[in-house]
Nanobody, 126 residues
């Protein structure tokens, strides 16, 4: 049984920061050795958008252009938790943020991810 539990969402003013957490459980040894975690977001009336991805092994990261330089993905393998540090937040960052797990691929494609968290609301006021 795989479970991804997100926390850390909230309301912040433009220019502020938030840190999202995603605690993973139930992933296989192979998933932790070769898998990736992704962050996606979806604003009302819009399609789901890729934000960032990070590998469990090595911590390799890849970011969407819209968040590059402002957001930082990281992971704590001991806690089996991934994080998304969001700085210099803009109103257009307002969305529900989802973490997801993929077996491999270092991918920005949502369909490649097998498991998803429940989502965390991030609201950025102007």
């Amino acid at each position: 049984q795989v479970q991804l539990v997100e926390s850390g969402g909230g309301l912040v003013q433009a220019g502020g920061s938030l840190r999202l957490s995603c605690a993973a459980s139930g992933l296989t040894f192979r998933s932790y050795a070769m898998g990736y975690m992704g962050w996606f977001r979806q604003a009302p009336g819009k399609e789901r958008e890729f934000v960032a991805t990070i590998s469990w092994s090595g911590g390799n990261t890849y970011y969407a252009h819209s968040v590059k330089g402002r957001f930082t993905a990281s992971r704590d393998n001991a806690k089996k938790t991934v994080y998304l540090q969001m700085n210099s937040l803009k109103p257009e960052d307002t969305a529900i943020y989802y973490c997801a797990a993929a077996p491999s691929g270092f991918t920005a494609i949502g369909a490649e991810y097998e498991y998803w968290g429940q989502g965390a609301q991030v609201t950025v006021s102007s």
